[in-house]
């Protein structure tokens, strides 16, 4: 599957942003869903994930409460809802695929970038 994620962008502290992650082909559904991030000089680092039908989610402490995953299976589209955003928030994030088959995630979209400004 290919992955072409959008939606980063520059906002003040404590503001919010929406970003969407578009999958190719017809077979969307089979795929667990994350969103990942690297910020400046760190590791990459799980966000969240959302199971194939939307009925799970998971997310790391950092952004717990803040942030939601969703997914729209008709529009090949996975979203990440993100608010109360904070200075360390800042990092290109990336949207990647998995099968159930496999606990690594092997698809990678190109990455979008968020900036926070404090």
């Known amino acids: 599957v290919q992955l072409q994620a959008s939606g980063g962008g520059l906002v003040q502290a404590g503001g919010s942003l929406r970003l969407s992650c578009a999958a190719s082909?017809?077979?969307?559904?089979?795929?667990?869903m994350g969103w990942f991030r690297r910020a400046p000089g760190k590791d990459r680092e799980f966000v969240a994930s959302?199971?194939?039908?939307?009925?799970?989610?998971f997310y790391a402490d950092s952004v717990k409460g803040r942030f939601t995953i969703s997914r729209d299976n008709a529009k090949n589209t996975v979203y990440l809802q993100m608010n109360s955003l904070k200075p360390e928030d800042t990092a290109v994030y990336y949207c990647?695929?998995?099968?159930?088959?496999?606990?690594?995630?092997?698809?990678w979209g190109q990455g979008t970038l968020v900036t926070v400004s404090s």
């Open positions: 959302i199971s194939r039908s939307d009925d799970s989610t």
């Open positions: 990647a695929a998995r099968t159930i088959l496999h606990s690594d995630f092997s698809s």
């Open positions: 082909g017809r077979t969307f559904r089979r795929y667990v």
